[in-house]
């Protein structure tokens, strides 16, 4: 059974960090890209950020340089470090993991920025 359970989710000022983590169990991990996305109330899901089995990683623009993606094989778990935090940051935070076409999805840490 694929699971991926993110947690580190909260309630921080703005100009807070929080990192959030996501464990994935029942994967081969080491070949998925692994994603953040994430969801504000009334949009669509977007993509925050996503990190390649090679480490290479893409940023989407407003994450940029606030952001970091990492990932530790070791442990099947993929990290989202997030500083300098704004209120529009508030959304729901998935993780993803995706090889070919397979693609798993959490079910959501909840990240409240207030200002």
């Known amino acids: 059974q694929v699971q991926l359970v993110e947690s580190g989710g909260g309630l921080v000022q703005a100009g807070g960090s929080l990192r959030l983590s996501c464990a994935a169990s029942?994967?081969?991990?080491?070949?998925?890209?692994m994603g953040w996305y994430r969801q504000a109330p009334g949009k669509q899901r977007e993509l925050v950020a996503t990190i390649t089995i090679a480490n290479s990683t893409n940023y989407e623009d407003s994450g940029k340089g606030r952001f970091t993606i990492s990932r530790d094989n070791t442990k099947s778990t993929v990290y989202l470090q997030m500083s300098s935090l704004k209120p529009e940051d508030t959304a729901v935070y998935y993780c993803s993991g995706s090889y070919f076409n397979r693609s798993y999805w959490g079910k959501g840490t909840l990240v409240t920025v207030s200002s």
């Open positions: 029942g994967i081969p991990f080491i070949v998925y890209t």
